[in-house]
């Protein structure tokens, strides 16, 4: 959500380089509350297509629903100017001023606005990554389409503006792309393919009758541009390739900012290794007399069809939540406004499996969703038996857990009813990832160990194996990224270390060459969860219980982990 737009100088101006200093007086909260919303609301007005996502339709006047992030040099300008601006501003701050819940949100603020400068300054997507351009495109299309929020004839009129928009924005991406390593490239025409086809079939197919012909119109030149685009990937960027690889020094930065639990990557992989070990011992005490892998075949053998696969997902939340209820261990949210869908086309690259899209923190009644990447049916039947085995019937449940029920669907429901709006927006916005994705890993344990399927040996043997991919995400981002790690050995090592499907891990070396730093947040969040438990439950011995931990934890919404220890401590 840290993308350009180039017009709005009364927020630079007002968020530029002023230090502000706050004392212990009654006006400080306000104060406060009102610098953390000059930089929310000014860094999504530089990015349109998330303010829509995150419920902010309406910035001085300016109708953000109908524009594109802008990245014209002038664009890139205004928001390095921006963050440069705020964070001179927050330089200021006298910590020892604010109450405790402030300073999360200083840190918060903090790691984000180094992390954005880190990416404008040093790492520049926008010049290597054209799936920066292909995925916002069709998140702005995407958006008002499934987000009902205005009438429908209001949110056609928005996806119109954009599209008119569209051969502007993949023009800049021409200017802008030096060079590109060559599996960004590809994803890059196989996501622009999926905005294609949601502009030429779902989105036409539902356009108003008042609205057809002005649709059309800006269609047609999208299309052509989109098409163009892959065009000019295929033939001309193809040629300039680079290293999709962050590299050391940079990763350390992006590492620290991004999962401040203050541990180094080295600490970090460290851990997982011996993890793994550990996990790989226990997975084959709980297989025995079998071997693990004789075990996990049992149960991999034990899965949908390519045309149930959809059901099957949907049947598995109906039991998850059915146990959530039974089982008492967190109230869940009074909203009913989950759905399961089809991932979008356009970002089935780095959503190979499923994914989850929570409801708007300025809107939560809206729709949330829980994402399912269908089997493609042009497929071969032997990709289509490895996705199903990976994904059998206990995988499926694993994933519903961990991204709908009670895993982030849960957390995030939490999450939009923080107050103030402006911490909720905070904390939604530039939330901590191993928080978030630690919740969702953690989640999967604790439902194991309740008794989940009424305690189903497959349910805790894919456990296990669950937790092995978790410590190979770790090991694997940090060796691709720093240490010249082969794909051969990655490959290696999840399906021979950790027992995932040829199709899982090929899906998984994509996704760790497509980023960097996101694969180490779920160890480090699971480790961070349990560690945080453990001290909560010594400090209240007896009066300790679970659906207290759960629910204090989570209205404090995704604050780095070593902090939550602390709010809740204090």
């Known amino acids: 959500m840290r993308r350009t737009l180039s017009i709005l100088l009364c927020v630079l101006v007002s968020c530029s380089t002023n230090r502000t200093t706050m004392s212990n007086n009654p006006s400080g909260a306000s104060d406060f509350e009102?610098?953390?919303?000059?930089?929310?609301y000014g860094s999504l007005a530089l990015s349109p297509v998330g303010a829509t996502q995150t419920g902010y339709h309406e910035h001085n006047g300016l109708q953000l629903d109908e524009m594109l992030d802008d990245y014209s040099e002038a664009g890139i300008q205004s928001q390095r100017k921006f963050y440069?601006?705020?964070?001179?501003?927050?330089s200021g701050l006298d910590p020892s001023s604010l109450d405790k819940e402030q300073r999360a949100d200083l840190e918060i603020m903090k790691n984000n606005l180094n992390l954005s400068l880190l990416e404008l300054n040093t790492i520049q997507s926008y010049k290597h990554n054209p799936t920066v351009y292909v995925e916002l495109a069709g998140n702005a299309l995407f958006g008002p389409y499934v987000l009902e929020y205005a009438?429908?004839?209001?949110?056609?009129?928005?996806i119109i503006k954009r599209l008119e928009k569209v051969p502007a924005l993949f023009e800049q991406a021409r200017v802008n792309l030096l060079d590109a390593p060559e599996v960004w490239n590809r994803v890059a025409r196989e996501e622009n393919d999926g905005t294609v086809d949601l502009i030429d079939k779902t989105l036409r197919g539902e356009v108003p009758e008042p609205q057809k012909a002005d649709y059309e119109r800006a269609a047609t030149r999208a299309i052509a541009a989109l098409k163009d685009f892959n065009t000019y990937l295929a033939s001309v960027l193809s040629k300039k390739t680079s290293d999709w690889r962050l590299g050391k020094d940079v990763y350390v930065r992006k590492f620290e900012y991004i999962l401040a639990t203050g541990k180094t990557p080295e600490m970090l992989l460290a851990e997982a290794e011996a993890d793994l070990k550990s996990t790989r011992h226990e997975l084959e005490r709980l297989a025995a007399p079998k071997t693990p892998k004789q075990a996990l075949d049992d149960v991999a053998r034990q899965h949908a069809t390519a045309e149930t696969y959809m059901e099957e997902a949907k049947r598995t939340l109906q039991q998850a939540t059915a146990f959530m209820h039974e089982k008492n261990l967190v109230t869940l949210p009074p909203r009913s406004n989950l759905e399961v869908i089809e991932t979008p086309e356009f970002m089935r690259g780095i959503y190979a499996v499923g994914g989850f899209n929570a409801a708007p923190p300025l809107q939560p009644e809206l729709g949330a969703f829980y994402w399912i990447t269908p089997i493609p049916k042009n497929w071969s039947a032997d990709r289509i038996e490895s996705k199903l085995r990976e994904y059998n019937n206990y995988g499926l449940q694993h994933l519903t857990v961990h991204e709908a029920m009670p895993g982030h669907y849960v957390q995030l429901e939490y999450a939009n009813d923080v107050q103030p709006k402006s911490r909720r927006l905070l904390r939604n916005v530039f939330g901590n990832g191993p928080y978030i994705e630690g919740w969702a890993v953690y989640v999967q344990q604790l439902m194991t160990e309740q008794g989940y399927l009424n305690n189903d040996p497959g349910m805790r043997l894919t456990w296990l194996k669950q937790l092995l991919r978790v410590l190979a995400n770790t090991i694997l981002d940090v060796r691709l990224h720093t240490m010249g790690m082969t794909d051969q050995q990655a490959l290696?090592?999840?399906?021979n270390d950790t027992y995932q499907e040829k199709e899982e891990?090929?899906?998984?070396?994509?996704?760790?060459?497509?980023?960097?730093?996101?694969?180490?947040?779920?160890f480090a969040g699971w480790k961070g969860w349990l560690a945080v438990r453990d001290h909560y439950q010594t400090r209240r011995g007896n009066r300790f219980s679970l659906r207290d931990f759960h629910e204090r934890s989570l209205k404090h919404s995704a604050v780095p982990l070593p902090t939550l220890d602390r709010l809740l401590a204090e």
Request: charged residues 25%; hydrophobic residues 35%.
């Open 492 to 495: 290696d090592l999840m399906i």
């Open 505 to 522: 891990a090929t899906a998984k070396l994509q996704r760790a060459q497509l980023s960097s730093c996101q694969l180490p947040t779920y």
């Open 34 to 40: 009102k610098l953390t919303e000059d930089l929310l």
């Open 151 to 158: 009438p429908k004839d209001r949110r056609y009129q928005h």
């Open 84 to 90: 440069d601006g705020f964070l001179s501003r927050i």
